[in-house]
């Protein structure tokens, strides 16, 4: 707090203070009461003024200024509150109690918050897990039939259900992932035969190369996000996929490329927005742009980067970077 700002605040008391004190003076004046004491008064009056208001001064200086800097330095904001200390002053006191209780109000409300939204994402989980019996049920009976007419249709509601599933587990992916040493063979393996029916209607070729490299993940959501690119490659024209991996010796890049119809430049850096579908998905119907947004958010969750290089009309390469634990030590 500034001393110019602190008087300018206090301006109008200290008007008042120079009206009521020149009334003072004319009244004496009147009663002839003798010039040496009206002014040993005046004087007395004005040194006692002077030491309250620099004692006012200083003491809120010390409250204001500590709380400045330590909302400058928080980089949360709102746990201001928790670091208020009450000061002796009356409005420093009030003030400290408002912003507590606003901020005792605010704990509340994002407690309730909380808890809607996991009983929500409870009941998505559960609808999840219901449905997806009659798809498989409706799948067992096209194939045991012999009928692909509508397997291709109960698949992508089946990779949707999936993105739901997946995307509600997003936001506390912490509680539902074990890390360990996975080879990416096995998790591709796993994603190539799920997709074998399509890949071969489609003449689509597959190209592996060095995935007998283990890395430290979670399989089930790398297996996850390894099948939303492998849909990808698949919906957007890709004749030939190439899944390589790339051993460095801080890290372990995984190279997912396919020569489908690519990105377009100017959507290329907004591709992991969430709901973002870009010229490719308005001329590709189907597209939600939420599949490489829940990759980006796994990734993320999982300490892994993601990124994407393309050219149009010419390859996409999404890339998955893996980092190396020195405390592990593969055999």
């Known amino acids: 707090m500034r001393p110019a700002v602190f008087l300018r605040d206090r301006l109008p008391r200290y008007l008042i203070l120079a009206v009521a004190s020149a009334l003072v003076l004319i009244f004496l004046f009147t009663f002839h009461v003798p010039a040496e004491c009206v002014v040993i008064v005046s004087v007395l009056a004005l040194i006692g003024a002077v030491i309250t208001e620099l004692w006012e001064f200083f003491r809120r200086r010390s409250f204001y200024d500590k709380l400045s800097s330590d909302l400058e330095q928080l980089d949360r904001k709102y746990l201001l509150p928790e670091m208020l200390e009450e000061p002796e002053f009356l409005d420093g006191r009030i003030l400290c109690t408002a912003v507590q209780e606003a901020d005792k109000s605010m704990h509340e409300q994002i407690s309730a918050a909380h808890r809607e939204n996991s009983d929500f994402r409870e009941y998505i989980e559960m609808w999840v897990h219901e449905i997806k019996l009659p798809v498989a049920g409706l799948q067992l009976m096209c194939h045991n039939d012999g009928n692909t007419r509508y397997a291709e249709q109960l698949r992508r509601i089946d990779e949707y259900i999936e993105n739901v599933l997946f995307y509600a587990r997003s936001g506390s992916a912490e509680k539902d992932y074990i890390i360990k040493p996975v080879t990416l063979k ?23 190369e060095g995935l007998d490299t283990e890395v430290l993940t979670d399989a089930k959501w790398l297996s996850f996000i390894l099948g939303q690119l492998m849909n990808n490659s698949i919906k957007y024209e890709a004749d030939e996929i190439a899944v390589t991996a790339e051993v460095l010796p801080d890290r372990t890049v995984l190279h997912f490329r396919d020569n489908g119809i690519g990105i377009p430049a100017a959507d290329l850096p907004n591709i992991f927005e969430k709901s973002f579908t870009g010229e490719n998905g308005r001329t590709h119907g189907g597209s939600t742009g939420m599949g490489l947004f829940i990759v980006k958010k796994l990734c993320g969750r999982l300490g892994h980067a993601v990124s994407a290089a393309s050219v149009q009309g010419e390859y996409t390469d999404i890339s998955v970077t893996f980092g190396k634990n020195e405390l592990y030590k593969p055999e």
Not at 187 to 200: H, K, M, P, T, Y
Request: proline content about 0%.
């Open 186 to 208: 096995r998790v591709f393996s796993d994603i190539a035969v799920r997709n074998r029916e399509e890949l071969q209607e489609r003449c689509i070729s597959l190209r592996t």
